[in-house]
């Protein structure tokens, strides 16, 4: 699509001029002869960006500067001005104007200082963009539960994201230990800043004092030239240290030293150098009997936890299982381009009974293998593995695994009737059950 530009000048032959200037260079040029006309052309179409006089006949470019502002913010705002008016220009660029140009200028030079202006315009646009998209992925929202455990912790999660504070977040594998560091990272001041993640069980350990510290050149065989080290990466961002459990035990002390004192210095290197980073760390073992047991410094681990954070597993919060199938299933279908598909309750009934010891991540990679093998828009009992089929080891099927499957067949049929706008009919036939049987269903779990 042509760049579409304003520009607006009480001189008809300007105007006239910049059109076909900008025309030829295959610019959609649209003018005006006063603030008025400006004002009336910003309201009915979105401009690219804008070129205006700063002397106008009903006012000034800065008067139009300010409408722009409110109205179409993204745009940049470009002043044509006299020589004798330059201070009047600075002033309008600490306003927000983008930038200005002096009469009598050179065509080329009005065409540069044009691109230059777009090229700013799609860079804004793209990090706009770049910022929905991380809020998408990275919100509470995209974090799924709705189980009093994960209530509770979306709560302290939230209350905790504007600090400062270490942070350590402890869990099984596959419980999105990292989803909930970004989520805090995204969600605190430092949320323009680097992120930066790491996993210290897969860095040799001969090499993981340089990755995290960097290190000066000629400093070991092979460091040709100097290095920047993660936390210099992650300065007045977020450093993710995860499975902080398989630190060496001389690198424990050196990231004490430098959450204490602030600064770091390379390998190899005699300078300390000062950083402002936020640590988040995380683990699936049980550091504290790490401590007891010599492998993890003590002094360490209470200068990481100062805000313990603790992911339940999948099969402590089976309540949410339907709730992150029906989430997988959206994603996946339309991440592949298949027709959405449908789990028969007898399906849901023995996923929401497996153990999970994958967790969320298991139960992803499952749904995607689902849907992926299945043929038809509904999923049945013969696409799951002999170990889904199996009744689920270690759990008594009695109450406590009733009562969860009761809430989340309940959840279920809501799900469904919000999907079908309330159409009993439509719900039920989502449901893979007669209309009178989802009146019975709903009769049983009072759903209004």
Known sequence: ??????????????????????????????????????????????FDLIISDLALGDGSGIDLLKIASRGQPHAPFMLITAFGSIESAVKAMKLGAFDYITKPFQNEEMLLLVEKGLRHSDLSRQVRQLRREVDERYGFDNIIGKSKSMSALFELVERIAVTNSTVLISGESGTGKELFAKAIHYHSEREDRPFVAVDCGVIPENLIESELFGHAKGAFTGAD????????????????????????????????RALQEREIKPVGSTEMIKVDVRIITATKENLRRAVDEGRFRNDLFYRLSVIPLTIPPLRERREDIPLLIEHFLDKICRVNKVERRELDPTVLNKLIAYDWLGNVRELENMIERLVLISTGKHIGLELLPPEIMKEPGGIALGETLSSQMADAERETIIQALERASDNRTKAAKILGISRAGLYNKMRQYDIK
């Open 225 to 256: 030239s100097a290095k920047r080290g993660l936390f210099a990466e992650a300065d007045s961002g977020t450093l993710f240290l995860d499975e902080i459990g398989n630190l060496p035990p001389q690198l424990q002390a050196k990231l004490l």
């Open 1 to 46: 699509m042509k760049a579409r530009i304003l520009v607006v000048d009480d001189e008809p032959n300007m105007v006239a001029l910049l059109k076909r200037i900008l025309g030829r260079a295959g610019y959609d040029v649209v003018g005006a002869g006063s603030v008025e006309g400006g004002t009336a052309l910003l309201g009915e179409q979105v």
